[in-house]
């Protein structure tokens, strides 16, 4: 059992998973949380539940508080199944609860769990009571799923920001303070690369929605809330939604079969550095797609190498063009690079998945055998 007041009569009541390695197909070194909050007013509410296996953390929580019969409401800020796989279960034991969601939730809530909940269905602008607290509903579709929403709780000046914001940390801490700026941006980095980083336009609209509102708490639905550090962290979201990047950041990105390629990242590299950039380098042989994107996230220069194999690029970076292309930075200067034996595709397949992402496009750099 594992609980703690965040504000006045609101707890966080939901589960670590420190052991989680593997977020679908996103690497979670640190393992995670699915976080959940129960607001004990005249009225009880649950915000968000936990992944499925976690259901019995969830309830032993609530139950070291009040018994969950006495739930009135569960707002469901995502239907992505971390954050509603003990919804079946819960509304079971909460038999008076209703759930509060987007129409976009209540459609999925139904396909995907083939169950009949009681809905309430709110939209931008409305509200809920509780009784001393009330709830402002901020539909956030495309941050990151059409279901997504936030939940303001005016009173506290608290934001249930659900995805947004989130960092995979599976520490037992609750507060940003309890990790530190420099922990937290990494995280916080690292999670909006590999989660947040295609809905630029949608996070720009929902934190213009925000501002000149007072806020003291962030609560995501990962990772710890964010008291200390809202202004540094929104005002990175702010520069991470509209693309900015830092001018001398550069990652190459590359796999090589008898050392060619290799060869020519280290020329890029060498020439990259005399320039004045900031390089960061990948052989990706031995290094996940994920652990690339946060040094994508701010770099202005993409250079991504891989051989011919077969008339394709290695199948390491093929899973990097597929996974980058999903994430879709945009507006990066890039060149491709690659060695060949004789027809020489590789290059070419690299270029066009940077055109598809609006890169900006170097000469390439093709060597026949080696440079
Ligand atoms: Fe943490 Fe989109 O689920």
């Known amino acids: 059992m594992s609980y703690k007041q965040i504000a006045p009569n609101i707890y966080a009541v939901g589960a670590f998973d420190p052991d989680i390695r593997n977020f679908h197909g996103y690497l979670t070194p640190h393992g995670s949380t699915y976080n959940a909050y129960l607001i004990l007013d005249d009225k009880k509410c649950l915000v968000d539940t936990v992944k499925r296996p976690f259901t019995v953390d969830l309830i032993d929580n609530i139950r070291a508080l009040i018994p969950l019969e006495e739930i009135d409401y569960i707002v469901c800020n995502h239907i992505e199944p971390d954050h509603s796989g003990a919804l079946p279960t819960i509304a079971q034991l909460c038999p008076k609860a209703t759930v509060v969601c987007t129409t976009a939730a209540e459609k999925g809530l139904r396909a995907y769990y083939k169950a009949d909940f009681r809905f309430q269905i709110v939209g931008a602008g409305d509200t809920l009571s509780l009784g001393q607290k009330t709830l402002h509903f901020f539909p956030m579709p495309m941050v990151h799923w059409p279901d997504s929403m936030s939940t303001y709780v005016a009173e506290d000046a608290l934001l249930f920001s659900n995805d947004a914001f989130g960092q995979h940390i599976g520490r037992p801490a609750y507060f940003d303070s309890e990790l530190g700026w420099e922990i937290l941006l990494e995280r916080a980095t690292d999670y ?21 509102k007072p806020l003291s708490l962030i609560a995501p639905s990962h990772g710890v809330c964010i008291k200390d550090n809202i202004a540094p962290l929104v005002e990175k979201y702010n520069q991470w939604a509209t693309g900015v990047t830092d001018p001398k950041k550069a990652v190459i990105a590359f796999d090589t079969m008898w050392g060619a390629t290799k060869s020519m990242a280290e020329e890029i590299e060498y020439s990259l550095r005399q320039k004045g950039y900031e390089v960061t380098m990948f052989h990706m042989s031995a290094t996940h797609v994920s ?17 011919t194999l077969n008339k394709q690029v290695m199948p390491t970076m093929a899973a990097l063009l597929s996974y980058m292309k999903g994430l879709a930075p945009k507006k990066r200067l890039g ?37």
Do not use: C, H
Not at 202 to 211: A, D, F, N, T, W
């Open 291 to 307: 652990t690339v994107m946060a040094s994508v996230l701010d770099a202005s220069y993409i250079a991504l190498g891989s051989p």
């Open 192 to 212: 909006y690369a590999n989660i947040v980083l295609p809905f630029g336009m949608p996070v720009s609209r929902i934190l213009g929605q925000l501002q000149g």
């Open 335 to 371: 060149r491709a690079f690659g060695a060949y034996g004789w027809s020489g595709e590789s290059v070419g397949q690299i270029e066009t998945m940077m055109q598809e992402l609006d890169f900006t496009l170097e000469t390439p750099l093709k060597a026949l055998w080696r440079q």
